[in-house]
């Protein structure tokens, strides 16, 4: 009986050993299990180039929001994927960050690495921190990490004006709306929105600000066609009682004015010239930077100068403008007046943008 005893006690024992040591394994695993899980949820939310770094939102509209918070804000960046890219320029990649489904931004990535780069971010925290105005891409706020910077602008839920006017989306219906969309009306509506913001940050801007990068594709468009100048990354300060500050000769070939090339001096008469290119490419539906004119060796400038001069003007109209605007003849020869304007070549010649403002108002209310 004492035998038997004895072997019961010893295979209890063997039993909660054994079972024992099957628990312990277990929970080790759950252990390895949790850390594990821990690990995979952060590398998805700190990226390591974002160490240290702190996401600074503007006090606006927006922003009053209580789901827009910083955190928020850079958590969602975080998760953005080519799909979610909406342009790219020669700085940097914009994307689209929806935050809910009434809140989204336009988020602009400058990869950091030259002296360049950094100040293309700098400049358009200078020139655009303080301002609110129609025309005029609202900054919402920043952010600076070790590898890149963000720059966190109102999303423009149509485009630009470059998209617009030269890569129509494909696809039939879509491809009809944009043609309605930029008939003559939405044509002159832009043109006198863009000339308001540009004479905003030459003349109420203190210190004034030259943009020194007026282009179609920085013209945006919002969700009511209103155009909003954008993209501050060349933009130069400017004391009130200066007139011109010298720089490197910067911007986009096709829209520099003439005199950049000998003075290497930005003056806002020189964004006067790049609007008068603006202007033209709204009327004549065509590209300055396009690939035709290097080849004739001419520029869009030249050939409508030329054209208007041998009398044949209404061969460089958009013809989707020509048929359904005839009644409209009269504010398109004038907008061609303001543009050659615009594009005088002695900068002294040209108007200023306050005065550019009233030329283009006077078309449709003189
Ligand atoms: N706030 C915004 N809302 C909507 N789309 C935008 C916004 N900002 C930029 N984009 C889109 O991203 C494109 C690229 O913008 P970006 O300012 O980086 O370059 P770019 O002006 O085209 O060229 P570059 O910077 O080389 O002069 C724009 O043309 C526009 O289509």
Redesign the pocket.
Known sequence: MGGVHQINTIALYITICCLAFILSKITIAVLLYKRWRNKQHHSVHQDPHLAGGKVVMFKSGTMQSPEVTPQVVLKKTMKLTNKDM?????????Y?LSITESISF?V?RLSRGSPDRDRTFERELEAMGDIKHRNI?TLHGYYSASHYNLLI?????N??L??LLHHPKEGGEEEELQRVVLDWDSRYRIAVGAARGISYLHHDCIPHIIHR?I?S??I?LDQNMEARV??F?LATLMEPDKTHVSTFVAG?FGYLPPEYFDTGKATAKGDVYSFGVVLLELLTGRKPTDEAFYEEGTRLVTWVKGVVEDKRGEYVIDSSLKCSSCHNMDEINGMFEVAFACLEPDPFNRPTMAEVVKMLELLRCG
């Open positions: 909406i342009g790219s320029g020669g700085y940097g990649t914009v689209k336009a602009k891409v602008y109102e999303l423009m839920p485009g630009s470059d998209g990068d282009k594709s920085n945006l954008s993209d990354g986009t």
